[in-house]
């Protein structure tokens, strides 16, 4: 019996020195996971052109931006191509986190005092869970202080103000290229024509290609859902260059048919034609300042 034990013994070795071989060889392998990488610098800064982008300002960092539109260039000569008169805005974004900031703005167009919260909902990212969109939700809330045409006709202050609500829908495609789509929802608590509706929807796209380190070119447009305004109303289409000098500081220069630059201005009552020459040169000078040393 013993014999017959050591027989079976001795036949079986090479299984088991195999299966030992198979053990160390699983053992050093391993298995390669990507860990998960946010993707940054979908957009250079938190503003387009008229609109806004999916970016905020980051924690503790102070966006600071002026913008000017001038008259339109069909002026010529005359108008120094429409230089010699222009509208305004000054903003500032601060950054409560890296996902949520809030902002204030005053415009001379209207004289319009806005303000609005910006919050990152979800980030662009690769690897392990990846997702393939950035998500950021904003709320604008504006108010009118203009006086009236009219000043024998008395409005509530109600009537002065108009909300917005926008999800930026954005991807960085490649290192040079991004794109982004924006639902939106202007309400105005009073209009100014008959058929004109409180709420407008509209539908924005804009996109961004980077030619160098600090050159790129960027492109808006903001579509209105048809039966909302008046025929007159159109769309609003801005292209543009934009220059990052580094540092924090991006000078824009851009060509539109829309000569205000918040929401209430641009898409539901932009007038502008390009084919009748409503175009308008503008720029926006974006600068950032950190508040707080980065840790």
Known sequence: MKIINLFILIGMFPFISNSQ????????MEITVPKKEFISG?????RLINGYTCENAGKH???????HRFNPVKGGVYDLFGLDESTMRLGFEYGLTDRFSIALGRSNFNKLYDGYIKWKLVSQSSGEHSFPL???WMEGMAVKTAKYVDPSLEYPLTA?????????????????????LVPTVVHRNMVDEKADQNVVPALGLGGNFIINKWLSVNGEYYYLLPGHTADNHTNSLSVGVELDSGGGHVFQIMLSNS??????????????????????????IIRVFHTKKKK
Do not use: C
């Open 21 to 28: 071989d198979l053990m160390n060889l699983l053992d050093s």
């Open 42 to 46: 979908t957009f250079k800064s938190p």
């Open 61 to 67: 960092d102070l966006v600071f931006s002026i913008s």
């Open 134 to 136: 950035t998500i950021t």
């Open 160 to 180: 002065r103000f108009y909300y917005v609500h926008e999800l930026f829908i954005a991807r960085k495609f490649t290192s040079r290229f991004s794109a982004q």
């Open 259 to 284: 000569n205000g630059m918040t929401e209430k201005a641009f898409i539901p009552e932009n007038n502008g034609n390009w084919t009748h020459g409503d175009i308008q040169l503008g720029f926006n």
